[in-house]
């Protein structure tokens, strides 16, 4: 069964930092591009880093410079590094999974969502 965990959300205030995990299972998660979006109340569903199965990163202008993402193929896990948060970072975030990189790509697995708060 293929599987998406993501993991590590929570409350956090302004200015600090959390780091989300999302551990696949079920497939090859090495040959795939990893990614990571998140969804605010009343908005859709927003693409805001990648990265390749060979490493390349790609960050939405909402989060460059103070998210990174990183993969450990070890481990089947994808993580984001996320600083700096602001109140308008509060959303779910989602990771999946496309055997694509780039622009119009199809996503082959979604995992459910964590929930992360930045609030004072």
């Known amino acids: 069964e293929v599987q998406l965990q993501a993991s590590g959300g929570g409350l956090v205030q302004p200015g600090g930092s959390l780091r989300l995990s999302c551990a696949a299972s079920?497939?090859?998660?090495?040959?795939?591009?990893m990614n990571w979006f998140r969804q605010a109340p009343g908005k859709g569903r927003e693409w805001i880093s990648g990265i390749s199965s060979g490493g390349t990163t790609a960050y939405a202008d909402s989060v460059k410079g103070r998210f990174t993402i990183s993969r450990d193929n070890a481990k089947n896990t994808v993580y984001l590094q996320m600083n700096n948060l602001k109140p308008e970072d509060t959303a779910v975030y989602y990771c999946?999974?496309?055997?694509?990189?780039?622009?119009?790509?199809?996503?082959?697995?979604w995992g459910r969502g964590t929930q992360v708060t930045v609030s004072s």
């Open positions: 079920g497939f090859t998660a090495s040959m795939y591009a």
């Open positions: 999946a999974a496309s055997l694509g990189w780039g622009i119009n790509v199809e996503y082959d697995y």
